[in-house]
């Protein structure tokens, strides 16, 4: 059974910084490109951030985030994080990972997902 799980999400003041976690089991970690995606109430989801297999590797972003999120991974631990600063109230979302058996850092479909962790920005 494929599990990715999610943790670290919170409530945070604007302009503070969260790290978030996702375990990933059931799967062989290190040939899945990994992404974070969001979804506010009432909105759609939206991609955030992806990283290609490799520990440092080809990372992409959307435009909202830039300079403030870094995603990462540690094949070790089988773990994906997303370290997000100078958070904004426009970042409140539940935030989810995924991952995507697919090639290269924007793969046309994502094979697993987690259940999500909430983050909550104050103004």
């Known amino acids: 059974q494929v599990q990715l799980v999610e943790s670290g999400g919170g409530l945070v003041q604007a302009g503070g910084s969260l790290r978030l976690s996702c375990a990933a089991s059931?799967?062989?970690?290190?040939?899945?490109?990994m992404g974070w995606f969001r979804q506010a109430p009432g909105k759609e989801r939206e991609f955030v951030a992806a990283?290609?297999?490799?520990?440092?590797?080809?990372?992409d972003y959307v435009d909202s985030v830039k300079g403030r999120f870094t995603i990462s991974r540690d094949n070790a631990k089988n773990t994906v994080y997303l370290q997000m600063n100078s958070l904004k109230p426009e970042d409140t979302a539940v935030y989810y990972c995924a991952a995507s058996r697919y090639i290269g850092v924007r793969p046309s479909k994502y094979n697993y997902w987690g259940q999500g962790t909430q983050v909550t920005v104050s103004s």
């Open positions: 990283i290609t297999v490799w520990s440092g590797g080809n990372t």
């Open positions: 059931g799967l062989t970690f290190s040939t899945y490109t």
